[in-house]
């Protein structure tokens, strides 16, 4: 299953829902285009569900970095929300657990922006 992408405004903050595999090609190019879409938008808040994603690779991961490092250039902030087991466990090992603010409760997350 490839990735699915979709986003919704909750207040000022943007909400990216991500369901299926972030990995090397199709997926993480998608994933790029749209954080660098909303940046260019001027959304400066983005929220990134990943409750549904199945399965990410190191180029996920790499582009997971690349759109928080994007965001951040431009002022704002990107969260990250509902991890997997197989995500979280990821960020762990690679030590991103400490960079992303991670959520599991959507409401507490679009609090905190």
């Known amino acids: 299953m490839s990735l699915k992408l979709t986003t919704r405004q909750v207040g000022d903050v943007t909400v990216v829902d991500s369901a299926g595999r ?32 199945t ?3 190191s180029s ?20 990250l929300l509902n991890l997997t087991k197989r995500v979280h466990d990821l960020l762990q090992i690679t030590k991103l657990y400490t ?9 507490k997350a679009l609090a905190s922006f």
């Not at 996920?60 to 902030?77: C, D, F, R, W």
């Open 60 to 79: 996920g991961i790499g582009e997971l970095v690349s759109g928080y490092t994007t965001v951040s250039n431009a002022g704002g902030k990107l969260k």
């Open 22 to 53: 972030i990995t090397l090609g199709e997926g993480s190019s998608a994933f790029r285009d749209t954080i660098k879409g909303l940046v260019n938008q001027g959304q400066k808040k983005i929220l990134v569900n990943l409750g549904e994603v």
């Open 55 to 57: 399965y990410i690779d």
């Open 99 to 107: 960079v992303f603010e991670v959520f599991d409760d959507e409401a």
